[in-house]
């Protein structure tokens, strides 16, 4: 179903986006606008990054921590002026993309107002 499904981290725009994983780009181009890159990695994991301007094309193998694309534009639920949208799932289901990341300490959700 339509949704909001990932992290939006605050950033600037033209920053630098870096691949999460080592991993293939399944897709660099526009959906509904916006610039998005989506990789596959070898775990069956798909992260995807917006709104962005993509640096890789389609095919290519990308390492951990490669530029993959630079910030540009932004997305619909950001409260700041520029943020990247990251996303991950595997399959169909939709995970929580900090979960990918080294566990820092519980984590608090708390509402945009």
Known sequence: APGH??????????ER????????VAFAGSVAGRGVVVLM???????????VIAVVRVG????????????SGKHDSCAQDRCLHWGARRGSTYIDPLTLLVPL???HLVPLT
């Open 60 to 71: 290519q193998s990308v390492r951990a921590g490669d530029v993959i694309a630079v910030v």
């Open 17 to 24: 986006v870096r691949a999460a994983a080592a991993g293939v």
């Open 105 to 107: 300490a519980e984590v």
């Open 41 to 51: 990695h070898s775990d069956g994991l798909r992260t995807e990054y917006e709104p």
């Open 5 to 14: 499904r990932g992290v939006d981290l605050s950033t600037v725009a033209d």
